[in-house]
C-alpha cells in the first residue's frame, strides 16, 4: 500500500499563489509609498526654492538700496555702514561698492575682510564686479585657499557702480539643519544647473551624495541659475506608511501559511477518511463473504443431515434384504450372482457410511467431558479401524485429555482413517498427544503425499475431498466435533511428504472435581 | 446359515417403527432367523399387540422429531428388553428402560446377535413384559420364560 505523500498538491497551490499575491500586494504598497514620498518631497523642495529666490530677492534689493542711497549721499561711508547692516549680518561677509567706469575696478567703500578699499581686488571679483549687471549674478570663487560665493548688481540709477556681496562658503562641511521647517529633509545647493559636486554651495547632508531619492529643480533669479536637490531625512509619509508594505507583505505570508496548513489538514483528513472507508470496505466485503460462505455451509449440512436421516431407513432395509438373500441362496451364490451380490452390498455399504457421516456433521449436541486416556481412545479405534497392509502404526503418549468419548472416538476415527487413505503406498503411522498449557496437543503424521497447496483453505469444507470415493465429510466432522470442544484443528504438510493433522483440545474448561 | 431356534418357546419380539420398508425388513430378517415377529406402525398399535400377545423384545425406533418411541415405554409397566434404534446416527442418552441401542444402518449380523443375546437373557431370569392399555387395568403376567 502506497504511504501518503508528505504535503498536498492543494497545500503547494495555496502556499505559492498566496504568498505570490503578499508580494505583489508588498510591491504595490512599496511603490505606493515611494510616490507619496517622492510627491512630499517635491513639494518641499519647491517651497525651500521659492524661499530662496525670495532670499536672493531680498539680497538684490538690499545691494541695490546700499549703492543707490550711498552714491546719492555722495559715497558718504556713514550711508555705507548704514545701509551695509543690513546685509553683511554673518563673520565671512563681504560688501563692496565698486566703481567700474574706469580700465580696472575701483572700490569706493567696503566692509568685511575680502573686499578692501586700500588692495586691489582679486582678479576674480574684479571681473565679477566688471560684468556686473542689473539683473542679479551670481559666482563661485576660489580665492587664495578658500572659497566665495559672489553676488552682484547694479541700480539703474547708477549703471557704474557693481554693489558686490561676498559670503566664505565650506561646501565641503554640512551645515545641519536640525530644527526648523525644512529639518525633515537634506537640501543641496549647487552654484550651477547641472549640479557638479565642483558647484557645490550649501549642503546640510555632506560631500556624500544624496541619498534617494531626489528631488532636484532650477532655482532662478536674475541671472542666477542655481540648483537646489533635495531628499528625505526620514521618510516623509511617517513610518506607518513606510513600515505597511512590510506589514501587508507579513500578513499575506501569515495568511498564506495558515491556509496552506488548512488545507493541509483537510487534505489529510480527506486522505485519512478515504483510507478508513478503503479498509472498512474491505473488512465488511470479506465478513460478507465469509459470512455467505458460512451460511451456505450451514445450509447444505442441515441439507446433508436431512438426506442422511433419510437415507437411513431405506439403506437399512436394503442391507437387510441384502443379508436375507445371501443366506437365502446360500450356496447357490455363485459366480455372476455372487459377485453382483457383493458388489451390491459393497455399496450398500458405501451408501450406509455416506448417510452415517451426513448425520454426523450435522448433529449438534454438547460434549459430555471425561477424562480420556490417549492411548485406550487410539487403541479402541484401531481395533475398529485396522490399519491396511504396509502402515505401521505407533503411538507415544501418556497424556490424558478431556473429551466426550463418543465424540473423540469418532474424530480419531475419521483423523486415522484419512490418513491410512492418503497412504496408498503404506508407510509410518505416528500418533501422539502432549501436554501443552491447559491443553492436550493430538497429533497424528501421515508418510502419505501430502496435500497441495490450492487446497489447503478447504481440507476442513464439507464435501470437500481428493479422492474418488470420499465423501468430504470425515475432516468437516472432526472441525465440527473438536470445535464442540472449544478446540482447533489444523492440517500442514512435513517436510519429507506427509500430513500432519495438529488438534489441540483444552483442559480444565469442565467442572468436574 | 445361522438359523436360530427363534422363540419356539419364548414371546415374539415386537417391532415398532413407521418407516414400513425399515420395519418390514427388520420384520423379515428377523423370521428368517427363527423368531416369531410382530409389526406395528405406531405406538397404539403397539400398545395394542403388546395387550394381546406375549412379547419377548421391543425394537422400537426412537422416532422424530423428539423420541416419541420412548413415549411407548411410559405407557407400560414392566415392559420386555427394549433394542432402541436410531435413524439420527448415534445418540447419547441415558434411559434404564433401554437395553441396547443400534443406530440405523446396522449390519444384519450385529442386529441379530444383539437380539439373541437379549432374548437370551430375558427368557433365563427376567419376567415378562406387560402392556398397560390406557384406561385399563392391569394384566399381571402368567408365565415367566424360561430357555
Not at chain 1, 502402515?391 to 503418549?397: F, I, P
Amino acid at each position: 500500500m502506497k504511504y501518503k505523500r508528505r504535503f498536498s498538491t492543494w497545500t503547494a497551490v495555496v502556499l505559492v499563489v498566496v504568498s505570490g499575491l503578499s508580494v505583489g500586494g508588498w510591491a504595490l504598497v512599496t511603490h505606493g509609498v515611494d510616490d507619496q514620498n517622492r510627491a512630499l518631497l517635491e513639494n518641499d523642495e519647491s517651497q525651500v526654492v521659492l524661499l530662496l529666490q525670495s532670499a536672493l530677492q531680498n539680497v538684490q534689493t538690499q545691494l541695490r538700496t546700499v549703492a543707490y542711497f550711498t552714491v546719492s549721499a555722495h559715497n558718504s561711508p556713514q550711508v555705507f555702514t548704514q545701509q551695509v547692516q543690513a546685509l553683511a549680518t554673518q563673520a565671512g561677509q563681504s560688501v563692496a561698492l565698486i566703481d567700474k567706469s574706469g580700465p580696472a575696478p575701483r572700490v569706493l567703500l567696503s566692509t568685511g575682510g575680502d573686499l578692501r578699499q586700500d588692495q586691489p581686488l582679486p582678479s576674480a571679483v574684479a571681473d565679477v564686479a566688471m560684468h556686473a549687471a542689473p539683473a542679479l549674478a551670481s559666482s563661485l570663487l576660489h580665492v587664495g585657499n578658500r572659497a566665495l560665493l559672489a553676488l552682484s548688481t547694479t541700480t539703474p540709477v547708477y549703471p557704474d557702480i557693481a554693489a558686490v556681496e561676498t559670503s566664505v562658503i565650506n561646501p565641503g562641511r554640512a551645515m545641519p539643519n536640525r530644527r526648523g521647517p525644512y529639518s525633515h529633509i537634506y537640501i543641496n545647493l549647487y552654484a550651477t544647473p547641472s549640479g557638479r559636486p565642483n558647484d557645490l554651495i550649501l549642503t546640510t547632508f555632506g560631500p556624500a551624495p544624496l541619498p534617494p531619492p531626489v528631488a532636484k529643480s532650477v532655482v532662478k533669479f536674475g541671472s542666477i541659475r542655481w540648483l537646489a536637490a533635495a531628499a528625505q531625512r526620514t521618510p516623509l509619509s511617517g513610518t506607518y506608511a513606510q513600515a505597511s508594505p512590510w506589514i501587508a507583505l507579513g500578513v499575506g505570508l501569515l495568511i498564506a501559511v495558515a491556509l496552506a496548513l488548512l488545507v493541509e489538514t483537510l487534505a489529510q483528513r480527506e486522505r485519512h477518511a478515504a483510507r478508513l472507508v478503503a479498509e472498512r470496505t474491505t473488512e465488511l466485503l470479506k465478513a460478507q463473504q465469509t459470512l455467505v460462505r458460512n451460511e451456505r455451509l450451514a445450509a447444505v449440512g442441515e441439507l446433508a443431515a436431512i438426506v442422511g436421516h433419510e437415507l437411513r431407513n431405506p439403506l437399512g432395509a436394503a442391507l437387510n434384504d441384502l443379508f436375507i438373500l445371501r443366506q437365502s441362496l446360500g450356496d447357490q451364490a455363485r459366480g455372476e450372482v455372487d459377485e453382483f451380490l457383493s458388489e451390491t452390498e459393497r455399496q450398500v455399504n458405501r451408501a450406509a457410511r455416506l448417510s452415517e457421516d451426513l448425520t454426523s456433521y450435522m448433529r449438534e449436541r454438547e460434549p459430555v467431558l471425561t477424562d480420556l486416556d490417549f492411548e485406550e481412545l487410539v487403541s479402541e479405534v484401531l481395533d475398529s479401524t485396522p490399519p491396511p497392509p504396509g502402515v505401521a502404526v505407533s503411538v507415544d503418549s501418556s497424556a490424558e485429555l478431556e473429551g466426550d468419548p463418543l465424540l473423540m472416538t469418532q474424530v480419531m476415527t475419521n483423523v486415522i482413517a484419512n490418513a491410512y487413505q492418503a497412504m496408498t503406498q503404506g508407510g509410518p503411522l505416528r500418533l501422539a498427544a502432549q501436554h501443552e498449557d491447559h491443553a492436550v496437543l493430538i497429533t497424528v503424521e501421515d508418510g502419505g503425499g501430502g496435500f497441495g497447496a490450492d487446497v489447503a483453505d478447504r481440507l476442513f469444507d464439507p464435501f470437500f475431498t481428493t479422492r474418488d470415493d470420499g465423501t468430504g465429510l470425515g475432516l468437516a466432522i472432526v472441525k465440527r466435533l473438536v470445535e464442540l470442544h472449544h478446540g482447533t484443528v489444523a492440517i500442514e504438510n512435513v517436510d519429507g511428504g506427509g500430513a500432519r493433522v495438529s488438534i489441540r483440545i483444552p483442559r480444565g474448561s469442565s467442572d468436574r472435581g | 446359515m445361522a438359523q436360530r431356534s427363534g422363540t419356539e418357546a419364548s414371546g415374539a419380539v415386537l417391532v415398532v417403527d413407521n418407516d414400513e420398508g425399515f420395519r418390514r425388513s427388520v420384520a423379515s430378517l428377523l423370521r428368517h432367523d427363527g423368531y416369531r415377529v410382530s409389526e406395528a406402525e405406531d405406538n397404539e398399535s403397539a400398545l395394542q399387540i403388546l395387550g394381546e400377545q406375549d412379547i419377548a423384545l421391543l425394537v422400537l425406533d426412537l422416532g422424530l422429531p423428539s423420541g416419541e418411541g420412548l413415549q411407548l415405554l411410559d405407557q407400560i409397566t414392566d415392559p420386555p428388553p427394549v433394542l432402541l434404534t436410531s435413524g439420527s446416527g448415534v445418540v447419547q442418552f441415558e434411559d434404564p428402560r433401554v437395553s441396547v441401542f443400534l443406530a440405523k444402518p446396522c449390519p444384519p449380523p450385529q442386529l441379530l446377535e444383539v437380539v439373541a443375546n437379549l432374548i437370551s437373557s430375558t427368557t433365563s431370569s427376567t419376567p415378562r413384559a406387560r402392556k398397560k392399555p390406557p384406561g385399563a387395568q392391569e394384566e399381571p403376567g402368567p408365565d415367566p420364560e424360561t430357555r
